[in-house]
């Protein structure tokens, strides 16, 4: 063999072990973040198409009027919506101090026989302070003013 074939065939050697490298290496990013990333759903969306009881996402919306019990001990049960549907939520621990009915929250969690079991409870008190995901969809459920305008 010569030496341009060598090196020729050293440079695709190369070339190939650092293709498979980064295919390792973005499979292992992924499979490391594959419960970091939480997809925002509205309440219309998870009735319309529930996701998996194993699948961790959040909801975000309004705490439904009238909806918000308190049961035996620290868990607390109300509805969230978007004006297009509610979806019932339970929580079990201690909620924000600015979580109230008809104020905006987010939570994390599961949806399980038609419950969304929330594992995180976070409170907004304004609509100037609401996610974007939120705002959309009050606003494609025709709830949403924009308090701007």
Do not use: C, W
Not at 3 to 16: D, E, G, T
Not at 47 to 65: A, D, K, M, N, Y
Not at 129 to 143: R, S
């Amino acid at each position: 063999m010569s030496l341009k074939s060598l090196k020729k065939q050293r440079r695709i050697q190369v070339i190939a072990l650092a293709a498979v490298a980064l295919a390792v290496s973005t499979a292992l990013i992924g499979y490391a973040m594959r419960d970091g990333i939480n997809f925002f759903r509205s309440p219309s969306q998870v009735v319309e198409l529930p996701p998996g009881p194993h699948e961790t996402f959040r909801i975000g919306g309004l705490v439904q009027s009238g909806s918000l019990v308190r049961g035996d001990g620290h868990e607390i049960r109300f509805l969230v919506t978007d004006g297009g549907a509610s979806v019932p939520v339970v929580f079990a621990g201690v909620l924000p101090d600015l979580f109230a009915e008809n104020q905006g929250m987010v939570g994390t969690g599961r949806y399980i026989e038609g419950v969304f079991r929330a594992s995180e409870i976070l409170a907004k008190h304004d609509e100037t302070y609401m996610p974007k995901e939120v705002i959309d969809a009050l606003k494609a459920q025709g709830v949403y003013e924009d308090p701007n305008s």
